[in-house]
């Protein structure tokens, strides 16, 4: 099955300053490389996604680059505030098959 | 966009009893429902699949006699913790996928507290 590291598992940053929250995947075969947030309490938010024929995505603040041949992916928020403060997660997968989350990384971003 | 609802959003129950949480879909019709648990400050750990119709598979290590999972159509399903007992205080996700495509779309979540 897949095996999923995720680091770092904390990240404190100052407002302003970017972010970069890498993830590590064993499965070959996986072909979907979203990213989630999750604040306390609530359900995990998709920020961004990535499939396997693209190797970068931007998307305003945020972007996730994808190595295909080393199998990892990073999720990079540049101008952080302090509402980026939350937890983030990794969850390669292939196709429309179950996912499976990292450990997660605590952001915070300092005012 | 694409609705999941997920009731109750928090149940306290007694220990021993069963406690039922739902998962609908509410625009769309999903092929395939995932249900997650997720312990204080630790990750989403998927518990089990289910598809229309058929049994639902369970990951390693989940009692699915426990754990049972109905997905009766293709806009429900269902979880019902049995015989709850205090290690089994969670919060439950659930997920639903449309098959063949790469969006999987939340529950809200239930927080289940056993007392």
């Known amino acids: 099955g897949e095996n999923v590291e995720q680091h770092p598992s904390t990240l404190s940053v100052q407002e302003g300053d970017s972010a970069v929250i890498k993830c590590t995947y064993s499965d070959s075969a996986s072909n979907y490389f979203p990213w989630y947030k999750q604040e306390l309490g609530k359900r995990p938010q998709l920020i961004i996604d990535?499939?396997?024929?693209?190797g970068e995505k931007k998307d305003q603040r945020i972007a996730v680059t994808l190595n295909k041949t080393a199998k990892h992916f990073s999720l990079h928020i540049t101008e952080t505030q302090p509402e980026d403060s939350a937890v983030y997660f990794c969850a390669p997968g292939v196709g429309s098959e179950k996912l499976v989350f990292g450990k997660g990384t605590k952001l915070t971003v300092n005012p | 966009g694409a609705v999941v609802s997920q009731h109750p959003s928090w149940v306290i129950c007694k220990s021993g009893t069963s406690v039922k949480i739902e998962c609908r879909s509410l625009d769309f019709q999903a092929t395939t429902m995932f249900w997650y648990r997720q312990f204080p400050k630790q990750s989403l750990m998927l518990m089990a699949t289910?598809?229309?119709?058929?049994?639902?598979?369970?990951e390693q290590g989940v009692e699915k006699d426990k754990f049972l999972i109905n997905h009766a159509s293709l806009t429900l399903s269902t979880l019902t913790v049995t015989s709850a007992h205090p290690e089994d205080s969670s919060f439950y996700i659930c997920?639903?996928?449309?098959?063949?495509?790469?969006?999987?779309?939340f529950g809200s979540g239930t927080r289940l507290t056993v007392v």
């Open positions: 997920s639903a996928s449309t098959g063949g495509a790469y969006g999987y779309t």
């Open positions: 289910s598809n229309e119709g058929s049994k639902a598979t369970y």
């Open positions: 990535i499939r396997s024929n693209v």
